[in-house]
């Protein structure tokens, strides 16, 4: 049987399906080989020479295919269709030859198939080609430049900037966008405008809605109203004045559909509907796609297959009608920059299955599902026709002029399935309006001056981010979930409700990088190098002189960083930042004086948790304070004295705490806590800092042991603890108000769900039979969800699989596959002495299971 290899069981099980008995059929677990993680993996000084090795993990399925090759002595590789695709098949038969299990007899073939469906993967198999070397190259090249950037960029942030952690060659212009959007948000000053309504009403009583557009005969821009003194002399000019119907003006508009997904539009589109992260959003893409649902979800092709377009046609007409099916398809043209290999659109396998009809049971999977679908079905469907109406009401001397629009739908068309969502929602005046007659009068029911200020840009989200990037052709399809997690788990970026903000640490590896190594972080350069390793893909360049033409001026940048001292460069930061670092004060006075002492300077300064503001007289001045803002506007205040010590507000590197007393030689860290999530440096009197330094409080002793419970605040919130056992408290203010009886519960309870200590041992959610071997196997409920559980051996029950469903037979191969995945050993020989020995040779029994992932990307 021919021996076909895809990248996870998923997929291998839906293709087993359509292939059958004659296939053997193999899951890679993704990219079986990588660069070591240590220096010299990729040699400039010969020829970018690179060194592979397979993974830990991956030398047990290398192993498996190898195995299967000696049954049978042909080999088809048939991983996903894109680059990262063709180079996972590449180390495969790279892998395979190396341990001799491809010969020279050995049939190796390699076949593409853009969705997991019987016709698909039979016409794939019927049409084999060769791997394509050009795409393998580009994969090298992207590889190498990471390798080189990572390796050799990421040593001099380490030196220069304490806490710093990577820097990538697309990861540092993500951060970038997002740096300098923070930088450009601080640096807005909010415009004062007013703008004027007037609520009218039509001599058949409808009401209607309409804005003041000229004023004395002056057509009236946005910012011509500028203060409250001007929107009430407007105010009085419509008042005083008879107001009728001058114009009525209906014209016709249309709407028409958004082009189908692909890989930046998906993201875009979960991210506005569902708040979905990039990352959260492939995966479920990913699984949909393993199971045949959906065309593969890396592309940045907006075509659809003929046989696809038919499809979604005849599937409209079947639900909707005729009138919903234009009279020719939709053909829709990619604009995106630097467009990489081209590929389908991502779409339904079968347009007449919505989601209902799939029983699709994970949650992120059917709201990703339905929204692919509609889309799909939506972008060969009729555009919306509408009737725009604008009507122009003025007084009879034509000194005011107002104006009321609205729309109406007449034929829904596309709307009736889908309408695509916008990032940042602005104003439009969309309203029906009733029956409005020229020449007629328009009586005055009330006007409305309204007060606006210009808004900064704001914020990435996820959406905007992604979609920026693609503008600005940085990255890839499969690059952007990985780029954004990879910066927010370097903790250079938080996410806060949906919106992308800046770190410290952030900002000071940004503007390390745009002074010392600032073509390397350009979005041109990066656009530029993005083309040339698709020309390479395209098989119009060489790699390895692209890489050497790199090389040769970054290596020569990197050479020129490492002699600088951490002062120097700290000195350039402080200059550079400047205007955030120290805005100016309303005193007048110097903004870079210490605000504590008055005789020191503020100036940069870097720890392993980034960047911070202190004081030149340390340790004689201790001052502190987060970058951005003056000291005034961090709320740094003496909130009062108790026992003669001076209890004061003050910001840190870390937030807001209070302080007891200065720092004295005998006593260098006087008493601190920091405010706890929630509480405002506004609200901070006396009482509640008092509150804060009595901490940890005292509860009472444990009836058990009599060792002390005590309550406090710690990193991770509020909570009890007796001994080494904590348990949390749902809101701050319990610390103070939690009794001895209800924190004996709440240990009790967190003892219990570790299955230990001094509460009950955990109960199984479900009790499911015998284990074969002996034991009891079980369901439990873990601190990540419901696992199997029998004897020493835990396995987590897969998404698509729930507690009430999972049979013994089910559960035992997941005990199985974990146990395997440990090294363990079967434990019936220890429970049968006699038969010790002779168990003790026997290797451990093989398992195929299908073991739940995604396929490993590896990304830039």
Not at 19 to 25: A, D, F, I, Q, R
Not at 242 to 254: H, N, T, Y
Not at 255 to 262: D, I, Q, V
Request: hydrophobic share 35%; with cysteine; glycine share 6%.
């Amino acid at each position: 049987m021919p021996v076909v290899v895809v990248e996870s069981p998923a997929k291998a099980k839906t293709i087993n399906k359509y292939l059958g008995s004659n296939y053997t059929v193999l899951a890679s677990y993704g990219h079986v080989r990588d660069l070591p993680p240590k220096d010299g993996s990729v040699d400039p000084e010969h020829d970018f020479d690179m060194t592979w090795e397979v993974g830990t993990d991956s030398r047990k399925h290398v192993k498996a295919i190898a195995d299967a090759l000696k049954d049978d002595n042909a080999l088809i590789l048939a991983t996903d269709p894109d680059r990262e695709g063709e180079a996972i098949s590449w180390h495969l038969k790279e892998a395979l030859t190396k341990r001799k299990s491809i010969k020279k007899d050995t049939d190796v073939r390699r076949v593409t198939f853009n969705a997991i469906t019987k016709q698909a993967v039979t016409e794939a198999m019927a049409n084999p080609r060769d791997i394509d070397a050009p795409l393998v190259e580009a994969y090298l090249a992207r590889r190498a430049l990471d390798y080189l950037v990572g390796f050799n960029l990421s040593p001099v942030l380490w030196r220069k900037l304490p806490g710093a952690r990577s820097a990538g060659r697309v990861q540092s212009v993500c951060l970038r966008l997002i740096v300098e959007r923070e930088m450009e948000i601080e640096a807005f000053r909010a415009r004062e405008y007013w703008s004027v309504k007037a609520l009218l009403s039509t001599p058949r009583g409808q009401e209607f809605e309409a804005r003041l557009t000229t004023l004395a005969g002056k057509k009236l821009d946005r910012y011509d109203i500028e203060n409250a003194t001007q929107a009430e002399m407007a105010v009085q000019a419509i008042q005083s004045r008879d107001l009728k119907v001058a114009s009525v003006e209906a014209k016709p508009a249309s709407r028409n559909p958004a082009a189908p997904f692909m890989t930046s539009t998906l993201q875009q589109e979960a991210s506005r509907k569902f708040g979905m992260g990039a990352k959260q959003c492939m995966s479920a893409a990913q699984r949909l796609y393993e199971a045949g649902h959906i065309t593969y979800m890396r592309t940045d092709g907006i075509d659809m297959a003929p046989e696809a377009v038919s499809a979604a046609r005849d599937a409209i007409k079947d639900r909707f009608g005729p009138e919903y099916v234009p009279s020719s398809p939709r053909i829709y043209k990619n604009k995106a920059k630097n467009a990489q290999e081209a590929h389908e659109c991502i779409r339904p396998t079968d347009m007449t299955k919505d989601a209902d009809a799939l029983s699709l049971r994970d949650a992120d999977q059917k709201k990703l599902y339905d929204l692919i679908w509609k889309r799909t079905l939506a972008c060969q469907m009729e555009g919306a026709r509408l009737e725009r109406t604008a009507v122009d009401i003025s007084s009879q001397d034509g000194q005011v002029v107002l104006r009321a629009t609205g729309q109406v739908v007449l034929f829904d068309g596309f709307l009736r399935v889908y309408e695509e969502g916008r990032d940042d929602v602005v104003d439009e005046d969309d309203k029906r309006l009733p029956q409005i007659m020229e020449g007629e009068a328009a009586q005055k029911k009330g006007v409305t001056p309204e007060q606006h200020f210009t808004q900064p840009p704001p914020r990435y989200t996820e959406a905007t981010l992604v979609k920026k990037m693609e503008e600005l052709g940085i990255g890839r399809p499969s690059t952007y979930a990985s780029v954004i997690t990879t910066i927010q788990d370097r903790e250079y970026v938080r996410k806060d409700k949906n919106r992308l903000f800046p770190e410290d640490k952030g900002r000071i590896v940004t503007i390390f990088l745009l002074n010392f190594f600032k073509r390397y972080v350009e979005y041109d350069f990066t656009a530029a190098l993005e083309e040339e390793l698709d020309d390479v893909s395209a098989g119009e360049a060489d790699y390895k002189e692209l890489l050497s033409k790199f090389w040769r001026d970054f290596s020569a940048a990197i050479a020129e960083t490492s002699e600088l001292r951490i002062a120097e460069v700290l000195d350039v930061l402080d200059d550079a930042l400047a205007p955030q670092l120290y805005p100016p004060r309303e005193d007048g006075t110097d903004p870079r004086t210490c605000p504590l002492c008055g005789e020191g300077s503020l100036h940069l300064k870097t720890s392993r948790s980034g960047g911070f503001v202190g004081c030149s007289r340390y340790p004689e001045c201790r001052y502190t304070r987060p970058i951005g803002g003056d000291a005034a506007e961090q709320g740094d205040r003496v909130l009062g004295e108790d026992a003669g010590d001076e209890i004061s507000l003050r910001s840190g590197r870390f937030g807001p705490y209070v302080q007891r007393g200065e720092a004295t030689e005998e006593n260098k860290k006087p008493p601190r806590a920091s405010l706890p999530k929630g509480w405002s440096t506004d609200d901070m009197d006396l009482d509640r800092a008092l509150m804060l330094l009595s901490l940890p409080r005292e509860i009472g002793p444990h009836p058990e042991d009599g060792e002390m419970i005590e309550a406090g605040i710690g990193r991770y919130g509020p909570f009890v603890k007796h001994g080494r056992l904590y348990a949390n408290l749902k809101e701050v203010d319990e610390v103070w108000e939690v009794g001895i009886n209800r924190a004996v519960d709440l240990l009790a309870e967190k003892a219990a769900k570790r299955g230990g200590g001094r509460g009950a041992a955990q109960k199984p959610l479900r009790e499911l039979g015998e284990h074969p071997d002996g034991g009891a196997v079980n369901v439990m409920d873990g601190r990540y969800g419901p696992y199997v559980k029998w004897e020493k051996v835990n396995a987590t029950l897969p998404k698509e699989m729930t507690p009430e469903e999972i049979t013994l037979e089910q559960a035992l191969e997941l005990v199985a596959e974990k146990a395997a995945k440990k090294g363990g050993k079967k434990k019936a020989a220890a429970k049968k002495p006699a038969a010790k020995k002779t168990a003790a040779k026997k290797p451990a029994a093989k398992t195929s299971t299908a073991k739940k992932t995604t396929s490993a990307k590896k990304s830039s």
